[in-house]
């Protein structure tokens, strides 16, 4: 998949990293990018229109991405979007709960934007 061919999703409760990645997909070209502040945002979001790829925070007030890719996981089919969840930790433990969350990639801060778009095309291989 091209970067002009995702509808992407940025879920963070600060708006710095939020304007930082939404750089970084508008230099890239992606078709569509929406951002949301917290978990319940993203899934009213999502309602409307499914994004081919979500990036997620791992601590959140309210529901963190845990908690959100799980309901994420339980309301759309397994191939609609990835998800990649954005994290100060990146030890084994921190791997293993957003793998088992339903994350298919996990990146540790700070992300480059080279690094986000190399995963990126990692994913949809």
């Given amino acids: 998949m091209q970067p002009s ?7 963070d409760d600060h ?3 939020r304007a930082m990645l939404r750089a970084v997909f508008a230099r890239a070209g992606a078709a569509r990018v929406r951002d949301a502040a917290s978990g319940s945002e993203a ?3 999502i309602a409307e229109s499914a994004p081919s790829l979500i990036l997620t925070d791992r601590r959140m007030p309210e529901m963190d991405g845990i908690a959100f890719i799980a309901r994420v996981r ?3 089919e397994p191939d609609v979007c990835r998800i990649i969840m954005i994290s100060g930790q990146g030890d084994a433990e921190a791997r293993e ?7 298919d990639a996990l990146l540790v801060k700070p992300v480059s934007p080279r690094d ?10």
């Fill in 5 to 11: 061919d995702l509808d992407v999703l940025i879920v």
């Fill in 15 to 17: 708006e710095a990293m």
């Fill in 43 to 45: 899934l009213a979001l």
């Fill in 74 to 76: 339980t309301s759309l």
């Fill in 97 to 103: 709960a957003a793998h088992a969350a339903g994350a």
């Fill in 116 to 125: 986000l778009l190399a995963a990126i095309e990692a994913l949809y291989a």
